[in-house]
């Protein structure tokens, strides 16, 4: 998990899947707010506890990448109007494309609070709930399992 600015090149790669961050709830935002709801993998609401939630953080950042890393870039300092979403890119292997989530469930954008347990997803060799077109099953230490079952149902994403 890196944060970056906006105008990172990862952004525009055709070697990353791409989306738009929702980074919180209610009327404003803050990059606080943003990044505890990144670390902690819950959302932040304007109105309970100033947008940022409660809880440990789940995951850490980092300064390098990964084999699958996610990029992000949050809100400037300050609180701003929620009127804005934010590039977020994952790159490595089955990224490509567009990205999806389960929460959101609309193609291209994705939940802050979904970023957390993806990564801890990847990190156990699950399915993560932020995937793209390419994303598949044996991508990960989980594909073992799936193709065994079935060969066919291989690839997670409808493929």
Known sequence: MIVVPASAPVFRSP???HGLLVV?????VSRGGALASLLRGEMGNAIVGGGVPGGKPLIQLSRR????TF?????PPGKH???RRYPIAVAGPGYRGVLTDTSTR????????DVAPSVRSLERGERPSIRSPGWRASTNAFSGRTTRVSPR???WSGC
């Not at 919180?24 to 404003?28: I, L």
């Not at 990029?71 to 809100?75: D, F, G, K, R, T």
């Open 15 to 17: 070697r990353a899947a």
């Open 24 to 28: 919180g709830e209610g009327a404003t």
């Open 65 to 68: 990448p990964g084999q699958i």
């Open 71 to 75: 990029y992000v870039a949050l809100p």
């Open 81 to 83: 109007h929620n009127v």
């Open 106 to 113: 609309l193609t291209g954008l994705v939940s802050i609070a």
């Open 153 to 155: 149902r291989s690839c």
